[in-house]
């Protein structure tokens, strides 16, 4: 299991121990170990099936695991029902009780610790300051828009101090802009509670903005582990480029150290230690193809496609028999003839997946 | 101008069909006059009459006892078993629905003679083996209303309970009964409707002795039509109406 790229920060608060869990022998985890530190923003990330939500739902007590352990600051926590479970979760379809009032909602929890009126009142208020919905006690659920309701659920988790919050891709059903918001909302709730995050989504690009660590996920197995930027730049294997962002990427051969053959052109690159003549993955991110006049250029090929996208242009260029993604600045027409180059440090050379240890990477398309 | 005037006819004519019967009935019900044929004049004796018959006033008692007890028994089981089949798997639920289904759509008379045949085998008929009946028949009902509405909960929201520190029990008193409290209150009201209604079931479970008011109504029938069972027929027609009213306007169902 790679630890690389888990920042030092303190102590572990959550350990996985060997969890394996299947449904109806459908195999969702199997074998998983993962650590979670005190006050980390740790996202789990993959595609739907890939055993994310299954690992929050044994967290959150409301799935056991077939084998395995789970330990919660130093306590075995595998069979401990959830309502004695020292975290709280904030749910994918927010599960508001419709019953009951905004400031009743939000003190569902307090209640039940037997919180006294004063305690509860003076916490409904900070909660609701803190989603900044102040004045909202007495409103009903129905009343309220998606993302107001999502807010709620946080306020109803975040009263009750847990040392955890769990996170179900919260911010699934919000439009993108309520969506953005409510990513740079976390990120300070974070912040100012001091807390451990734990989040589940499979919106890369949510993942890369609020985490201190991710966890790429596939088929029940973790692909890797590491910092925003350790995932993004240096994707430990194809499936991981191609989840954390749109990427081209090419079967290649090694010739030797620091070179490397792509659609049968020969690029000088950085990666070594791969031996020689080894088929390997070949990963070059959009932004990274430079488009030259077609002379100076490693292939020459032609643009087939030009959509603007705001900051950059989105080209699709046909060339060696590969359409490659190109981010560009720069205007260029449909049908013009270019030149592609890309500098050695930008081609990031991976693996084929073959390896025991790189178990279940597939890519969908 | 024409279309209009055929399609007021039209559904004058559905209204006539459905409710001229029972008009003619609460009419005679108050009819001062021992004929079917002859406008007698306004009274209210046949009501009297009719607290004031033995017979009448046993069968109501038996009656309410029935529907009551019916009603609650088989609310209880009903809603229980919707429980387990929300929690089922997808083709588990198809094969207990419908096997749930089944008695509710087979003639009451073929039901009501197996029950017969059954209950002879092991007890004397009589006011328990109504009872039973009466709580097997209703059962699907209650199934039928409080299932749709189980689905529609969002079982999240238990789990949400539960997340906050909720017992299952207080999760459930707190958070999932109130939300089905209507489905499963109106499926009461369907078993007691159900079961004031029945005649065939019971006529074959009830043995000598017992009787419901719809099975004293037909007894006394064959004996000769009284005007005090037109008063009794009345009375029943509009403690039904009142009950489906009472289903439909229950309380706690607001406008989402």
């Given at each position: 299991m790679s630890e690389m790229g888990q920042k030092k920060m303190s102590k572990h608060l959550i350990d996985f121990i060997d969890i394996s869990k299947s449904f109806e022998q459908t195999p969702v985890l199997d074998e998983f170990n993962l650590y979670i530190r005190e006050n980390e923003f740790l996202t789990l990330l993959g595609p739907s099936g890939c055993g994310k939500t299954t690992t929050l739902r044994m967290l959150g007590g409301f799935e056991t695991p077939d084998s395995g352990q789970i330990f919660f600051d130093g306590k075995d926590i595998t069979y401990l029902p959830a309502n004695e479970r020292k975290l709280n979760t904030v749910?994918?379809?927010?599960?508001?009780?419709?019953?009951?009032?905004?400031?009743?909602?939000?003190?569902?929890?307090?209640?039940?610790?037997?919180?006294?009126?004063?305690?509860?009142?003076?916490?409904?208020?900070?909660?609701l300051k803190l989603v900044n919905l102040d004045g909202y006690e007495k409103r009903s659920v129905h009343s309220l828009s998606g993302g107001q309701q999502q807010r709620i659920a946080i306020a109803r988790a975040i009263v009750n101090e847990p040392k955890v919050l769990l996170l179900d891709e919260p911010l699934g059903a919000l439009d993108l802009k309520l969506r953005q918001n409510m990513q740079y909302e976390l990120i300070?709730?974070?912040?100012?509670?001091?807390?451990?995050?734990?989040?589940?989504?499979?919106?890369?690009?949510?993942?890369?903005?609020?985490?201190?660590?991710?966890?790429?996920?596939?088929?029940?197995?973790?692909?890797?582990?590491g910092t925003p930027e350790d995932i993004y730049n240096e994707p430990e294997n194809a499936f991981v480029a191609d989840f954390i962002g749109h990427s081209n990427i090419i079967d290649g051969i090694m010739i030797t150290d620091r070179l490397v053959e792509i659609l049968g052109v020969k690029m000088p690159?950085?990666?070594?230690?791969?031996?020689?003549?080894?088929?390997?993955?070949?990963?070059?991110?959009?932004e990274d193809v430079e488009l030259v006049e077609p002379a100076d250029g490693y292939m020459e090929g032609d643009v087939t496609s030009l959509i603007f996208k705001g900051v950059h242009y989105e080209l699709d260029v046909q060339a060696n028999g590969y359409e490659w993604l190109v981010h560009t600045t720069k205007y260029v027409p449909v049908g013009t003839h270019v030149g592609i180059k890309v500098i050695p440090f930008n081609i990031q050379i991976m693996h084929k997946p073959e390896s025991s240890d790189e178990r279940a990477v597939e890519i969908d398309e | 101008m024409i279309k209009k005037g055929i399609s007021r006819l039209y559904l004058f004519l559905i209204?006539?069909?459905?409710?001229?019967?029972?008009?003619?009935?609460?009419?005679?019900?108050?009819?001062?006059?021992?004929?079917?044929?002859?406008?007698?004049?306004?009274?209210?004796?046949?009501?009297l009459g009719c607290f004031q018959n033995e017979a009448i006033m046993s069968a109501f008692m038996t009656t309410l006892q029935i529907t009551f007890l019916s009603a609650i028994i088989s609310t209880l089981i009903g809603t229980l078993a919707a429980f387990g089949i929300a929690s089922m798997k997808k083709k588990g639920q198809a094969v207990y629905l419908?096997?749930?289904?089944?008695?509710?759509?087979?003639?009451?008379?073929?039901?009501?003679?197996?029950?017969?045949?059954?209950?002879?085998?092991?007890?004397?008929?009589?006011?328990?083996?109504?009872?039973?009946?009466?709580?097997?028949?209703?059962?699907?009902?209650?199934?039928?209303?409080v299932l749709p509405k189980l689905k529609a909960v969002n079982r999240s929201t238990y789990e949400a309970a539960?997340?906050?520190?909720?017992?299952?029990?207080?999760?459930?008193?707190?958070?999932?009964?109130?939300?089905?409290?209507?489905?499963?209150?109106?499926?009461?009201?369907?078993?007691?409707?159900?079961?004031l209604d029945d005649f065939s079931i019971t006529?074959?479970?009830?043995?000598?002795?017992?009787?419901?008011?719809?099975?004293?109504?037909?007894?006394?029938?064959?004996?000769?039509?009284?005007?005090?069972?037109?008063?009794?027929?009345?009375?029943?027609f509009f403690a039904v109406l009142l009950i489906l009213l009472a289903g439909n306007v229950r309380p706690g169902r607001k406008p989402n």
């Open positions: 749910f994918q379809k927010y599960s508001l009780f419709p019953h009951m009032s905004i400031a009743e909602n939000i003190a569902f929890g307090l209640k039940i610790s037997r919180k006294s009126k004063s305690y509860i009142d003076d916490k409904i208020k900070y909660a300070r709730l974070k912040e100012e509670l001091g807390i451990t995050f734990v989040y589940v989504t499979h919106d890369q690009e949510e993942a890369l903005t609020m985490s201190d660590t991710i966890v790429v996920m596939n088929q029940g197995y973790i692909q890797q582990i690159c950085v990666d070594e230690g791969f031996g020689e003549n080894t088929p390997v993955d070949v990963v070059i991110r959009p | 209204f006539a069909f459905l409710y001229l019967p029972i008009i003619v009935l609460i009419a005679l019900s108050f009819n001062n006059s021992r004929t079917k044929v002859k406008w007698g004049g306004f009274t209210f004796q046949w009501y419908g096997a749930t289904n089944i008695p509710m759509l087979n003639a009451d008379i073929v039901t009501g003679i197996s029950m017969m045949l059954l209950f002879v085998k092991f007890m004397d008929l009589g006011f328990v083996t109504v009872l039973i009946a009466h709580i097997t028949f209703s059962i699907p009902y209650v199934i039928l209303n539960l997340d906050l520190g909720a017992s299952p029990s207080y999760a459930f008193y707190k958070v999932t009964w109130p939300e089905i409290r209507p489905a499963v209150f109106s499926g009461f009201m369907m078993a007691v409707t159900m079961s006529y074959f479970t009830k043995g000598a002795g017992v009787n419901t008011l719809s099975t004293m109504l037909y007894t006394e029938l064959r004996k000769g039509v009284k005007p005090e069972l037109y008063a009794l027929s009345t009375i029943l």
